[in-house]
Structures are given as structure tokens and as C-alpha cells.
Nanobody
Framework: QVQLVESGGGLVQAGGSLRLSCAASGRTFSSYAMGWFRQALGKEREFVSTINWSGDRTYYADSVKGRFTISRDNAKNTVTLQMNSLKPEDTAVYYC???????????????WGQGTQVTVSS
């Protein structure tokens, strides 16, 4: 069992930065791939980024590539999403998730956090 709690969301102007964190409970955190997804109002939840258990493989949605960076610290049971050059279209609730392997498909993640709101004003 893994419990996930996101933090770091907020309101930022376009072009600004935010750093999201996801704290995980459980001693098996390092065995899980971790992902970030987001859901904008009225839209379906979509893949943002994922990282494998050791942190040496990362993947990004095309819409955030070059602007967002995912990383993890297995000693601290945390995964972070550094978001730079934010755009109004990045506005969404951001969720972290844990799964058995890196994937862009939501159904392959077993555990989810409650989400944190990111709002980017123009």
C-alpha cells in the first residue's frame, strides 16, 4: 500500500515557475515508477510525466517537454515536478501516481494522490 500526498500548487503568472512535490508513505516507494497527470476543468485527465524506480528514465508529454522536469529522491520518498515557463493552458489539478512500471496510461498506476491545483494567469 502506498499513500501519496501532493503539495506545491498555487497561482502563478504566465512565464513563472512552480515546483510540485509528492510525498509517499510506505517502505516500497523505491520499487514503483511514479507519474504525474493533470486534469483541466471540463477535460479528461492526461499524462504529464513519468519516471522509473531508479530515476534514470523519464518521459514527458509533448506539451510540457523542455519546460517540466520530473525527479525523485528515494531516500526521502518524494517525487517532484519542476514546472517552468508556465502557460495558462497548464492550469489543472495535478495528480501524482505510483505504478509498477513507467507508463503514459492511467490504468497502469495503482495508487493516486488527491491532487493539487495549479492555476496560471495570463
Amino acid at each position: 500500500q502506498v499513500q501519496l500526498v501532493e503539495s506545491g500548487g498555487g497561482l502563478v503568472q504566465a512565464g513563472g515557475s512552480l515546483r510540485l512535490s509528492c510525498a509517499a508513505s510506505g517502505r516500497t516507494f523505491s520499487s514503483y515508477a511514479m507519474g504525474w497527470f493533470r486534469q483541466a476543468l471540463g477535460k479528461e485527465r492526461e499524462f504529464v510525466s513519468t519516471i522509473n524506480w531508479s530515476g534514470d528514465r523519464t518521459y514527458y508529454a509533448d506539451s510540457v517537454k523542455g519546460r517540466f522536469t520530473i525527479s525523485r529522491d528515494n531516500a526521502k520518498n518524494t517525487v517532484t515536478l519542476q514546472m517552468n515557463s508556465l502557460k495558462p493552458e497548464d492550469t489543472a489539478v495535478y495528480y501524482c501516481a505510483a505504478g509498477q512500471r513507467v507508463a503514459t496510461t492511467q490504468s497502469l498506476y495503482q495508487y493516486w494522490g488527491q491532487g493539487t491545483q495549479v492555476t496560471v494567469s495570463s
